[in-house]
């Protein structure tokens, strides 16, 4: 969870105006596959996918899904420094875990990139029977949690016929010189 200070703040409200004084406050927020449901409900186009095409309106919107705080003051989104959104897209990106992967299977060539959504990762929690209380976690976790259940899950790749063929050429050789023979 990400625990942001909003400093105290002044506004001028240009239909009525005249000044607003924002008193600050403290945000929670979580990134979490819940925030994301709700982002996409919204917004109707995937979050994940292509972070270079959200306009500023869409990512300040989708800190509003991630606050866990009840009765949040509106301005306190438009409070928020760039220091602040740095925070919190360092959040996000952030892996939350331990845990890493030798091979990326999505940067081999000639492998489309799937487009993934909020229903895609609960079909893989479904999948992979993860318990819904999961969709609470840091968003990375997560998807680290399903790709792991996913590398566990799956049966070991079998070998190729070369490298079939290279390890009987291993075998014989060694059995030749065990035995002193040539074949």
Partial sequence: MLTLQIPPR????ERKQEFINFEGC?????????SLSEWEAKWKKPFLNKPESRTNEELLDYFRCMTITKNVDP????????????????YI?????????????SKKP????????SELIYYWMIAQNIP??????????????????????NPPKKMSKADIARRQRELNEQRKKKLGTKG
């Fill in 10 to 13: 002044e506004f001028f409200d």
């Fill in 26 to 34: 403290s945000l929670q927020m979580e990134h979490s596959l819940i």
């Fill in 75 to 90: 301005l306190a989104f438009k409070s928020l420094t760039q220091e602040h959104i740095n925070t919190i897209v360092n």
């Fill in 93 to 105: 990106n952030d892996p939350m875990t331990a845990t890493w992967f030798s091979d990326d299977d």
């Fill in 110 to 117: 000639g492998r489309p990139k799937e487009i993934v959504t």
């Fill in 132 to 153: 819904f209380e999961c969709r609470k976690w840091h968003l990375n976790r997560l998807l680290t949690l399903i790709r792991v259940c996913n590398v566990k899950n």
